[in-house]
């Protein structure tokens, strides 16, 4: 887990540092504009999206253990690339090509996790991946307040010594996942830094063991994704619930999270310092994302959480939008903490996703969808701010307020949906007799979540 962590950590300390470059004066220095910025970040969420469903395919045809190393190595090097942007042309297709390498990184991790962790212990580490996520925007924040100082150092700019050492850190990561990751719990003794293997042989038995004994669905787990299993996904309402959830619920984190160096920037702090300020907001939304994700584990619950976690959002938002322009920076910053704090539930959603879908393959179609989703919202997310409205960007903030309220009512109907679905199913089943279930048993053509005697978790 340590090492996933390291890798989401390096994908989202590259991820972010777009907004930290385009703060340093990116866009001046090589000639563009917000318009062509928004432009790229709709381009970016296309290929990203592309790039995410065939992520979890990918990963069951070659292995997680293989694909994962192998797309940081090619991020890595598009990320040195930024390095060498001199105009919009090129700036377009760095954008392209970070977004094909980076896309089905997250969706090949989600289908290795499953392979190691029960469904009441996924939401819990799934939260850790985001949360790690979140602490990487905030050393990529206290980096990029460093590295920008570089400006004219060797004639570079300081956003391109920022891409350099990024680039070169996330190449010598790539090596190092190659050697540590293992194929499965069995199979941990292969690469030279896994010092002879993580787990004996009788541990690693125990590993699967626990694993399939929560779900067996995981005996086929390395099964190949079919073409049956992609339509089984597409026309499944419940799955389509969790990506419209997904779609409207992130919505808010392109504009903010590109524009919130220059939006705290706009209250009166220096460059430096607006940077550097990223850093406590995204600590702090670590801390709370995880936090909710335990107590959903715990109390295995998940609709009211993410119903929760969308309300504090939604209040972070309405500061920012209805507080005086020429209140004091102190406490215009803290609307941005209060954003920027709110439980990020993604993670919920997915493990809420992952345990209610089934059989495997059509799970790991659905993991693919929901990392595509969860990107490209950002062709229109894109669009929210515009130059016109910065700084403050009021009426872009009017219309996340609108994102976050619909996102409120899509936890509670999803929440409802499985809850009546249940009671719906208990009620047809336990009106069975014996020889009517084993009949069911023996010649339904139902499967997995479609079955009537699987329980949905709400």
């Avoid at 290929?47 to 994962?68: D, E, N």
């Avoid at 997250?106 to 799934?126: F, M």
């Avoid at 220096?270 to 940077?275: A, G, L, Q």
């Avoid at 507080?323 to 910053?333: A, C, H, M, R, Y």
Wanted: aromatic share 14%; proline share 3%; hydrophobic share 50%.
């Amino acid at each position: 887990m340590p090492w996933i962590l390291f890798s989401t950590f390096i994908l989202n300390m590259d991820r972010t540092n777009l907004s930290n470059a385009i703060s340093g004066g990116m866009a001046r220095n090589i000639g563009i504009t917000l318009t062509i910025i928004n432009n790229s970040i709709s381009m970016y969420a296309v290929l990203f999206s592309i790039a995410a469903f065939c992520g979890s395919i990918l990963a069951k045809r070659f292995g997680p253990h293989r694909v994962i190393p192998a797309m940081v190595f090619s991020w890595g090097l598009v990320t040195l690339g930024h390095a060498f942007i001199q105009d919009a042309s090129q700036y377009y297709l760095i954008r392209a090509l970070i977004a094909l390498t980076e896309g089905g990184v997250i969706p090949a991790t989600l289908v290795y996790l499953g392979s190691y962790y029960k469904r009441n212990e996924l939401a819990t580490r799934l939260s850790w991946f985001w949360g790690v996520q979140t602490l990487a925007s905030a050393v990529s924040g206290l980096m990029a307040s460093g590295l920008l100082q570089l400006e004219g150092v060797n004639g570079l700019n300081g956003w391109r010594w920022l891409f350099i050492v990024d680039g070169i850190i996330t190449v010598l990561a790539a090596f190092a996942f190659w050697q540590v990751l293992p194929r499965s719990p069995y199979h941990t003794k292969e690469g030279f830094l896994n010092f002879g293997g993580w787990l004996t042989e009788r541990q690693g038995k125990i590993a699967v063991t626990r694993v399939v004994r929560d779900d067996l669905l995981k005996l086929q787990y390395e099964a190949r994704v079919t073409l049956k299993d992609v339509w089984a996904t597409l026309v499944d309402y419940r799955v389509w619930g969790h990506l419209i959830i997904t779609l409207i619920g992130l919505t808010y984190a392109t504009p903010f999270g590109t524009y919130m160096p220059s939006i705290i920037n706009s209250f009166g702090f220096n460059v430096y310092v607006s940077n550097a300020l990223t850093a406590p907001n995204a600590i702090f939304g670590f801390i709370t994302m995880t936090t909710l994700a335990w107590h959903s584990d715990k109390y295995n619950e998940r609709g009211f959480h993410g119903v929760f976690a969308n309300t504090w959002l939604l209040a972070g938002i309405m500061l920012l939008e209805f507080l005086p322009d020429d209140s004091s920076k102190g406490v215009l910053f803290l609307a941005t903490f209060v954003i920027a704090g709110a439980p990020s539930v993604h993670p919920l959603n997915i493990a809420w996703m992952s345990e209610n879908t089934a059989p495997i393959g059509k799970r790991t179609v659905a993991t693919g969808l929901i990392i595509g989703f969860a990107n490209i919202y950002g062709v229109y997310a894109s669009q929210i701010y515009q130059a016109s409205d910065a700084p403050r960007f009021h009426t872009g903030n009017f219309i996340l307020i609108g994102f976050v309220s619909a996102t409120i009512l899509l936890w509670l109907n999803q929440k409802f949906l499985y809850v009546r679905t249940n009671k719906q199913r208990a009620s047809v089943w336990n009106a069975k007799s014996d020889d009517d279930k084993a009949e069911y048993n023996a010649n339904t053509t139902h499967q997995g979540s479609d079955r009537l005697d699987f329980v949905f978790k709400t």
